[in-house]
């Protein structure tokens, strides 16, 4: 099995099987493999498509399979590929689902859903942690009830001052008026 990073050419069941066994029991490492045939053009023209995804996805494997030079076939991984190019997906060792066609924009709306899948199960795994981090400062910065209602009341206070002051320049004023017609009349 020739490997370069996170990119495998796969040449046997057997080298499969080693990929797979080299993840743990609870692995949630992603694996795709592009099961491909040397004369089919869609498996040719997905290829590149298929390098650039691994070096955008690069915490997934991927994973490359000729079936015109794959040896020892079971039929293990292969048993549900009935063309090519198809790209069988798995998490750690469990099958996910199968995308066949050479449609570039699919394979990736495919990838999306997936990834989407596995970052929403991280962050609900790492959510009690955050809280846990998180609460404390909450409950300093929460005020209790009493205290909100005081701080209301405050400032409906510090309102009502500037509103009577408010009024009594207006009072002055009036009265000031009142005055000068007084004397003019």
Do not use: W
Request: aromatic share 12%; glycine share 2%; hydrophobic share 30%.
């Amino acid at each position: 099995m020739s490997q370069v990073n996170n990119l495998f050419m796969i040449r046997s069941e057997q080298l499969l099987d080693t990929l797979f066994n080299d993840l743990s029991e609870n692995s949630q490492k992603i694996i795709l493999i592009f099961v491909s045939q040397n004369e089919c053009e869609p498996s040719k023209s997905l290829y590149p498509f298929f390098i650039s995804l691994s070096k955008k996805y690069k915490n997934y494997y991927f994973a490359f399979l000729n079936l015109e030079n794959y040896s020892f076939n079971t039929g293990k991984y292969t048993s549900s590929v009935t063309g090519t190019p198809t790209v069988l997906f798995y998490k750690g060792r469990n099958f996910l689902k199968e995308y066949q066609g050479g449609d570039y924009n699919e394979l990736q709306y495919e990838i999306n859903e997936i990834h989407e899948i596995k970052n929403k199960k991280i962050i609900q795994n790492s959510k009690p942690v955050v809280e846990e981090k998180i609460q404390p400062m909450i409950q300093q910065n929460q005020k209790t009830e009493k205290q909100i209602k005081e701080e209301k009341i405050e400032k409906i206070e510090q309102l009502i001052s500037v509103y009577n002051k408010m009024c009594l320049i207006e009072l002055k004023k009036l009265s000031s008026m009142k005055d000068m017609h007084k004397r003019l009349c």
